[in-house]
């Protein structure tokens, strides 16, 4: 059975960091790529990071120089550190994972991140 599960969320004030972690399994991790997608309320989902199955990575411009994706094939997880945090980050962080774009993605539930004085 797929399982994408994210964790690592919470309550930070701005200039704070934390680090998201997406554990996967029921399917070859190391041949996936992963991204995390967030969505603030009222807002679209956004991607904003992405990284291949040969660990390149990219990211959304507001986060560039903030946020790092990883990934831990040996752990089939993914992970998301994110600093300099601003309340314009506050949202659902969800994990997402696929084999190419003729296939549909995993996903998990979600991690919310709070962003606030």
């Known amino acids: 059975q797929v399982q994408l599960v994210e964790s690592g969320g919470g309550s930070v004030q701005p200039g704070g960091s934390l680090r998201l972690s997406c554990a996967t399994r029921?399917?070859?991790?190391?041949?996936?790529?992963c991204a995390w997608y967030r969505q603030a309320p009222g807002k679209q989902r956004e991607m904003v990071a992405r990284i291949d199955s040969m660990s390149a990575t990219s990211y959304t411009n507001p986060v560039k120089g903030r946020f790092t994706i990883s990934r831990d094939n040996a752990k089939n997880t993914v992970f998301l550190q994110m600093n300099s945090l601003n309340p314009v980050d506050t949202a659902v962080y969800l994990c997402s994972c696929t084999r190419g774009p003729l296939y549909a993605p995993y996903w998990g539930r979600g991690t919310q991140v709070t962003v606030s004085p």
């Open positions: 029921g399917f070859l991790f190391n041949m996936y790529s």
